[in-house]
Each structure stands twice: as structure tokens, then as C-alpha cells.
């Protein structure tokens, strides 16, 4: 007998995540089509999705509906998918939750659980019993470190683009207990522009970016809280620049740590295998090869490769992501698969 | 004696145009650092044009005043550039001509001398006898075609910047009769994005540019009535197909023409040589070799050149100019040049 | 039971169509991993293709081989990719057919039945009986054209890149005799850089590409004889001019023809249905929509719109593919779809 | 009495900074126009520079010359340029002091003292007394720092372009003392392709570079040992970090210092503001803003920009110059300018 499909929705279809979300979904075996929800479903001109991306004309119809619990009930979607600004978010997951679906957050909302990494967020709801107990439950979605409690979770916290590159490099070095956290960790990440969303401003229009390279939010990026919590470590011990390149797609971060013993790059390559041992989508580059954007771009995989000082002691990190794969609808579809026993990389390969 | 400089005023110094304009302003040697005017520059907030545009930093202060009649009448403002858009100089204009200023206007209000060309514009003042009056009055700012009428016109309307790349091309070969125009020109026009404006919109968004190539505005661009009126065409004689390219500046056009005799390649040549003979910025391109964006990009010149098919009928013209230099602000110095009895090459070689 | 898988090989598999081919081979649920053939595969050095393209890598090994008809007959290869320069496949074809295997070819080694188109590619081997006998038996590989000879052919020559994106613009009209040839057709092309191959040179390096577009091999571009032949026009009729953009795939053809009686846009766009019904990989725009390139790339789609002259008569096509994919690898895959009786999107969708 | 111009010479005008010098040389108003010697000027099919440089055309003939000190003799020239490989530079140079001519070399020949630092360069003629005697004359010809020196250099040795950008930041903090180099210095560089040369190689492939970003050299980059002798570091307190962008021209370098006090951003600013008081080539950006590589690119300025944590420590430095220019070409005709006393800014405003 052929299980039943999966029946999900996604909210925030029109947005750079929720199109490459839905698009993964489309052609996921066992999930069936999923419902669409957006403010540009509602009324008259309510809007199908190929109508804002010609690209996925031809293959059917994508009609977008206003978000309704009634909707949802009816047609018994188990599983949403929030592709919406954080603020949205943090008010539409408890109501999920209270409705009995289980929810992927692509959002920053539900990611940190210190308040002082939440403080940029400036959410309304810092008070209320419900947002604490959510934030409690709430899973951070990146399965490499989590997959347990990312299957059984009711809530999944998807993980920021920039953080998924750092967190992933960083973690096996960390764990084992090989960095001299005191003399600090530097991230310098740049990322294309489809991680600045789809709103057209003076920063993303194309004659601003073309042929530029620019730094911004230093010493204060949203990813920084979500990378220090997953890692352990204090606000001094790392800097994470992210810079805008001139590329639509794709993130690259050139990390920089001092072990705290002198170590050959074999062990060092030895470290990174067996920490993503079985991993799906980790890949390890041997040193000298160090892996480039346009590796990792249209597929979920993180690469990691190394450069190891001739001291043995300075390293340095290069991390790279599909921002809106790994870095967002990927690792939700990765999640999702988790979630419901299905091989990690259904619907991804 | 050294004579004095020229008192100049730029409204809309803050799009592409005007900055381009005001640089080469910066740096004429015979023009006063030029007042900038802009609704940028009103009130408490009054921005510097080094805070919109940081590639002006460091070499003196450009700040933004609100437009003002009496302050260009104090300052002794002999000369006024506008950058803004069509309605904006469709107002300005006439107000300008009373105070006494010469005009150079960037924009589209100006150029057309038939109605039915100007009605894509759509102006409220069509009744008007001023703007009857100003239409009769204002010389269309191309100075290979138009230098002596430039030299003592009160109000210049420079070229659109597609319109300045397929008059250019084909102004030699239609003066001398040479084109078959029952059997259609075609013009296969490509911009960078600068061309679209300063505006951030979904369709200059860098995501929705880079990496591709789009087909615009096919039977109903704006520049189409100029190129008709200039080379004296009928509007079922023009197809102008303009597309927007994923580069920041430069335009590059391919014309077809049927000749209506059979033709040598050194005769077609010798047309344009002789036509552009003493032109100080116009190139010709001996065949085989053609002009590509980069060889005009940041120059004023307009580069053309082309292909005869082997039955001599044939032919493929390629003109390429950039959209900002001689497709708009370079093209001002020049008829600015021109009305002062300049080298035409003053502050632009 | 399960069908066996096909077993195929693929000679060339180090350039860019061969890597593209590759891949979609890999992924095709009816075929096994491909022998992988290349020079490249020669000797103690012998190469993975992983090596020179590293996104494969973390998928499996992917050996090259040196070519030897031996192993080919050995691991019983049944069909035979070359995605090789012309003069190669020109001299592997003969060998491969009387060893039984069939073969599609993705150069232009056997698309052109007319000596006259052929003569640019200058071919050694014009008097041999065998490459008269294969000119014959080859089948053009454009399955909306050719399908049921393609079902059945030993020799499937696949389509170049432009041609196919301005074949499948022209054919319904041209088919239904509502183009007025005597006027003449224009397509002006646009291709990527991947079109222009893998090899580096003056052309293809970054720097001469970026910021820039070039026409070139105006009135003389080796696609020009299959567009013709296809489309059953004489070489007056057509003035096909590519150019190069600065993006790394796709191709958009701006197409122009003169209907030869007046039509309305509803008509012009039920030509194209009506001949398309049916086709899996035409997407047929409706004004006054148009195909980008952004839309097909990364997709085995066709895409093509159009724009009518108010005069009914002037009609301005768009058209649209991944020279990639419908333009190469993409059209091959679908083409052995066609030869072994598979759904004509396995492997594709 | 107007003095007489300077002749000059360049050796290697076909690659991309010899082009940049040459542009630049021909509008200096005290440089007679160039000769221009190269081995693609040699025999019958010599070049004119506007043969492989369309750019220049129309402006004058530019004919390649092969390199002849007869002619140089012959023609006067005083002061030679060298834009070529650093092997021919060490062989030309000391020849050409013998002959009396000064010398401004482009390449890595003689920048360095320090022969663990040359070592990479890997010279024929270390053990020689002229190359021992001329590697101790030669000035590091950045004005900022060694102006009176390279005033009166008989070779000057142009800079890096990576180094110029990661000196210029860092100098002003470390000779004032700021700088705790115990924790280490890491500079992450990017650098347009224009960096990496002419010459068509798989990797600057226009495929290979667009969409992507890689980081390249590791610990093993050739300007690392010019950025230590500038600074007077040791090699194990800098990590230079060079990645190669999709842009053609323009480098940002992002480097990261622990100060060994605490300091306020004003503070920062102003060591900044006093180190490099009166100097015409340098740009300090007050905090917040920073420098994009748009706003240097196409001039001579190095600009220079930071964000300080909060804690006061830790630094994060932004530098950006036109690789072409302030990293090549337009500083060796600043370093012209001081060798001849002349302002600095003659011909690069």
C-alpha cells in the first residue's frame, strides 16, 4: 500500500525562500501539493504564484490563498511552512501550534533562546507565557547537530543562512575541544543578494551592486546571537562580517581560529570526516582544495574545506552554502524529512 | 585676460544623470562648480551629494539646495542643466526662458515637435500657447546633426540615450537616400540598467537582472517618436525593440537596412566617414571589426560600425554609445560646448 | 520485473554540454552511471571528472576512461554520446555504427544535408561514401520537428543551441504559410558564454565578457545552414546575428518577421498552441507577456512569446532556452527518451 | 617659457595595468606621448595598441615598438616603466640604471629586501653583485609613506595592489603603537579579475569566475612579503587571505586587529585623520560609513574606513582601491609625479 501523501502549506510563497521552498516541494515524492498562503491570494486579483515567477509556468497552476485556520483545517495539512518576516511569525506559530500542526519557522522568530540575542529582534511578546514556552520548545533546524529533537519536534526554528556556513565549520573543531576560544574567531562571510530578500531598495538595486563588494552590519548581524548560542561561545570570542557580493545567489565564509595545540592537516581533515561521518549534506574538501561558491549553488550540500598555517596552530575555515537551499528551504526540506522518518535527502538529491 | 567662468545650476543632481552630469561639471575647466538643486536638498535634512554618491568624497563639499528662482537670480545662474523627469521639465521650462536662463534639458518633454508622437507622454499643458511656443523653440541637443541651430538655442532638449545610438547609425545612409525604408528598419536595441533610473523596483532589482536578458516596452518605447521625427521616418518604416542587459551603463544597438542599391562594403564605409567627417565624437569601425559596450563605456563617443551581407543589399549596422556619456550627460557637455563656442571636446576627452 | 538499465557512454564528458549531459545521465531512472570517455581519462594521470568539476563531488567517483571501442563492446554500451568538437565526431560516428551502437551527436558534425551549409565546416571526409550514406541517415534531433525518425534512428544529430531556440520560434508560422519570406526574417541573438565553450581564451576571459555585449560571426555563423535547412528557407531570407552576453547560460532570440495577411494577437497565439499541443518542453507566452532567459535556464524548456504591431502584420518573437539544456544536453536526453520509448520528461523534470 | 615634456617609456603596454599606464601617461599634461615597446611590436605584424585595445581608438595611432635601448637612447626617454613579469623586470633593470635611466617598475622584482621574502619569486640572479646593489636602491614606491625617498629613487618598485590596500589601512595603528600583533592581524582581501592578469587561463574563464567567489593562495600569496617589510611584522602575525570576486576591477580589504587599549571610534578616526593629513590620495570614512569598492573604483584614492566593538578592542579595518590604478598604474604615475616635483594629483584627478 502507498502511504498517504504528506499535505503541507506554506506561507510567504512569494518571497525568495518560499518560491525555492515550494518548488523543492512540488517534486517531493511524498508530500503532495502544498497549499499556498499569502496576502497576494486575497480578493479579487488574487495572484497565482507563476504569475511572479514566470519560471514555473507550464507545469501546472499555483494559486495563492489568504492564510485561514479554516482553510488549513479542512483540508487537513499536518505540516506549515512559515517563509515570513520574523514578526509574522512570532505571532502565527502559537496559533499553529494551538491547531495542532507541526511547523517549520524559516524565520529568525523561534531560533535564539537567550533574551540577549533576541533583544535585536525587539519582539512584542517578550512577556507573555506563550512565547516563552515556545521559545523553549522550539528546535533549532540544523539537522548535523540536532536530528533527534528536530524528529520529534512540534516546532523547527530553520536556521539562518550565514549561521548554517558557520555553525557547520565551526562545530567539529569546537566540540572537540581544539580551539583557543580566548584569541578569538573571525567569520568574513559574504553572501549573494538573494539573502536581502526581495524587496527592491537602494542597496539591492542592480547598479548598486554591480561590480561593487560591501561590508555591513558589523559587530551587529541577527545571525550572530543564533551562531554564539549553538556554539558556546561569549560575544568576544567571535566577529562575524557579512559583506554583499555581486552574485544572486550563494554564501562563502573565510573563518579564522587558533588551535589550542599544534596539529597536522590529516587530523585536521580527520576531525571534520568523522564529526559529518554519514553526514548527507556535509562535504569535505581534502586540503589544498578549497571549495567556491558555485559548487555548492542549486544543491543542499555545506562544503568545508581548510588551509592550515605551517605552524600547525593558525587555521583557516572555508565554508560554503546555497543560501536558499542549505540556507533556508533546503535544510526545511531536510527537516521535514526527519520529521517524519523519510530519508534525509528525499526530494533534495 | 582669463575669462570668467560659466555660472551653471543642475536640478536633479541625485539620479544617474544628474550625478554623471554634475562630475563632469566638477571638472570642466570652464564651468564654476555647479549649483546643485534638488528636493533633497530642502530643510533641516539638507543632504550633501557625497552622501548619496560616497565616489565624490574627498574632494570638496556638494550640498543640495532646494530649487529656487531667486537664488539662481543672485547667484547669476546663466545656464540650466535639468535632470528630472518629463513633467518636472515640462514645468520648469517655460519659467526658466522668462527668467533669462538657456536650458539644457535631459529628459523626454521637450524633443518631439509632433503631437502625435508626444502623446505617449501624456503632458497637461498640451493646449498652451507657451508650450506651443517652447516645442517650436527647442532644438533637439544632437550635435552632429543640429551643431548650428545648438550654438544659439535658448533651449536644447538632449537625445533620449537609446534614440542617440539608432539616429546616429543611420542618419548617413538615410540622408543619402540610400535605404530601402519600404522594406523596414529594425532596430534590436540593448541597455544597462542605469538607463531604467535610480528608482528601486522589482524589475532593477539585482536578483531579477543579473544573469539574464529581457525583451521591454516592443512596439511602444518612448524614444521611438525621436528616432522617427530625426531621421524623418514614418512609424510602420521602425521597429525599436529595446532589452535590458545585466551591466550597469552602456548601450549597444544592431540595425537591419535593406539598401536600395547594391553596395560595397568600402562605399557603405565611405558613407559614414564622409557623413562624420570632423565629427569629434563619432568613430567608425573599418569591417570587419565591430564595437562592443566596453569600447564607448566612460567615453562620450558614439562608436559605429557594421557588416554588408554578400549580395550587397544587406546590412547589419552595430552602434554602441554609453547610455549616461553621449547617450545623456556627456551629450549636454557637448551641446553646453557648443553653446558657449567651446571645443566641443572640453571637459570630456 | 524491473527493466534492465540502458547502458550508455559518453565520449567528451569534460566540457561544459558533456558535464551538463553527465549530470542529467546520472540522475535519469532509466539508465545506468555512463562510461565517462576523454582524452583526459589517458594514462597514470587519469582523471575524475569530480576533479575538474567538483559540484559532482560527494556524489561517487567518476572515472574517466581513454575511448576503446573494446571496453565500449565489453560493458555491452548500447547508446553513445559525443559531446565532442565536430571533426571528432565526424570521425567517430562511421566506427560507432558499424559496431552497432547507436549514437546521438551533439556537434555539428551530421546535422546538414546540403553540401553548400556544410562547406563551413570544412570536413575531410566530403567524397567518403559512408559520411554521404550517414548525411542521409542521420536524423535531426529536434523531437517537436522529428519525432517519429528520431524514435527510430541509429543517428540522431542533436541541434545546435541557437538554432533551436529559433527554429522552434519560426516553424508553426513558416509551417502554416503566414510568413512573408520575400521580406525577409531577422533573428538577433543572444547567447551566454558557456556557448562559446570551455576553452580560455581572449574572448572568453572575464574580463573582455563582463560589463559588455558583442555582436559577432554576423552573416557567418555555423548554426545559420541547419536554420535554414530546417525551416526550408534560402539563404536570402534569413539574417541571423548572435552576440555574446556577459552571463554564463541561456540564449533569448529576438525574432522578426512580416506576416503575409493581417492577424489579430489571439490568432498568432493559437498557431503556436495548436502546432505545440502536446509538447512537454514548449511553453507558449501569451502577450503581452515575453520570455527572459532567467525563466528557462536550469530547465529543458522552450520558451516563446510574441508582440504584434498594431498593423497586424509586423510580429516581434521572443524566444528562449538554456544552451545547456534544451540547446544541448537537455534536447539529448529528451532525445533518447524518444529512441527507447520513454516518457519524453524522465530524467528532465 | 613652458618646460619641456617628459619622455617617457612603456614596457609591456598590452596587459591591463601597462593599458591603465599608458590611458593615464597620454592626458598627464607634462608626459610627451609614450613610447610604447613590446614584443608584439616586433617584426612585420606589428601592433598599434588600439588594435588590441579598441578602447583607444580614434584618438591617435599607438604603435607597439620592440624594446631597443638604441631607440631609448636615440628618443631621449628619461624615465622608463616597466609593466611586465617580475623575471623580465630583474632582468631589464639593471640595464637600464647602467643606461641612466630611471625607473618605475610595475612588477615584484625589487620590492623586497628581505631574500626569505624573495625567495618565492624565485630569481636567477641572487647571488649577483648588481641585483644585491639594486635590491637595496630600489624604493617601495608608496608616496604615503616614503615620499622624499622615492623623490629622489633612481628604481622605484610600485607597490602590490593587495599590499597597497592592507598597508595604507594598517600603518597609521601600528607605527602609533596600537596594535597588540601578539593576537595576530588577518586581512581578508578580494580582488576584481583584472588582478589576476591577460592571459586566458581555466580560471579566470569568464564560467569559472561569474557567480562565484573563491579564495585562492592561502599562506602562500607574493604580496604578503611586501605587506610584512612595510609593516615591520613577522610572519607569524599576519594572515593575508586573497579571494578572487566576479567583478573586473577594484580590491576591499576587511582586516581585523585586537587594539592593546582601549579606544573610543573617535579616537580611531583621528590617528587616522593625522597620520594621513595633506595626503591627496587617501579617503577616511567616518564611522559608520564604510568604503564599497564602487566608490574607489575608476580613481587613484585608497579609502579607508572601521567599525570599533564595544568593548573597544577589537577592530574591524575596510580599505579599498582600483587594483588598476591606486594598486598599479595611476600609483606609479604618482610616484612619477614626486620623482619629477610635480603636484601629486598631475594627470590622475
Known amino acids: 500500500m502507498i502511504p498517504a501523501k504528506l499535505k503541507t502549506a506554506v506561507v510567504g510563497a512569494t518571497g525568495y525562500s518560499g518560491l525555492e521552498l515550494t518548488r523543492l516541494l512540488l517534486r517531493h515524492p511524498r508530500v503532495e501539493t502544498p497549499l499556498l498562503l499569502s496576502r497576494q491570494g486575497e480578493g479579487e486579483g488574487a495572484l497565482n504564484l507563476a504569475d511572479l515567477f514566470p519560471v514555473l509556468s507550464g507545469n501546472g497552476r499555483y494559486p495563492l490563498q489568504p492564510l485561514s485556520w479554516a482553510t488549513l483545517k479542512e483540508t487537513g495539512v499536518q505540516l506549515l511552512f512559515l517563509a515570513t518576516p520574523h514578526q509574522a511569525s512570532r505571532a502565527l506559530v502559537p496559533e499553529a501550534v494551538a491547531q495542532g500542526l507541526r511547523v517549520i519557522d524559516l524565520s529568525g522568530a523561534w531560533r535564539l533562546k537567550e533574551a540577549q540575542h533576541r533583544a535585536v529582534y525587539g519582539f512584542q511578546d517578550e512577556g507573555s507565557l506563550t512565547a516563552a514556552e515556545l521559545t523553549e520548545k522550539a528546535i533549532y533546524g540544523l539537522p548535523e547537530l540536532h536530528r533527534d529533537r528536530i524528529a520529534s519536534a512540534a516546532v523547527v526554528a530553520n536556521p539562518g543562512c550565514y ?28 553572501s549573494g543578494v538573494s539573502g536581502a530578500g526581495k524587496e527592491p531598495t537602494a542597496r539591492t538595486h542592480f547598479v548598486s551592486v554591480a561590480d561593487n563588494l560591501s561590508a555591513y552590519s558589523v559587530f551587529g548581524h541577527r545571525h550572530t546571537g543564533e551562531i554564539l548560542e549553538q556554539l558556546g561561545l561569549d560575544a568576544g570570542e567571535l566577529i562575524f562580517t557579512p559583506h554583499l557580493l555581486p552574485i544572486p545567489r550563494g554564501i562563502l565564509s573565510t573563518i579564522y581560529v587558533h588551535l589550542n595545540r599544534e596539529m597536522k592537516p590529516a587530523e585536521v581533515e580527520c576531525c571534520f570526516r568523522e564529526f559529518y ?6 562535504r569535505i574538501f581534502a586540503t589544498p582544495r578549497l571549495p567556491e561558491i558555485q559548487f555548492s549553488v542549486n544543491t543542499n550540500y555545506c562544503d568545508i574545506g581548510f588551509c592550515l598555517a605551517e605552524d600547525g596552530r593558525r587555521l583557516v575555515l572555508v565554508s560554503c552554502v546555497d543560501n536558499l537551499l542549505k540556507g533556508a528551504a533546503g535544510q526545511a526540506v531536510q527537516n521535514m524529512n526527519l520529521m517524519y522518518g523519510w530519508e534525509e535527502e528525499e526530494g533534495l538529491a
Chains 1, 2, 3, 4 share one sequence.
Not at 173 to 186: H, S, Y
Request: no cysteine.
Open 163 to 190: 549561521a548554517t556556513s558557520v555553525i557547520l565549520a565551526l562545530a567539529p573543531l569546537l566540540r572537540a575541544g581544539l580551539v583557543d576560544r580566548e584569541r578569538g574567531i573571525i567569520s568574513d562571510s559574504k
Open 277 to 282: 561521518q554519514g553526514q548527507r549534506w556535509v
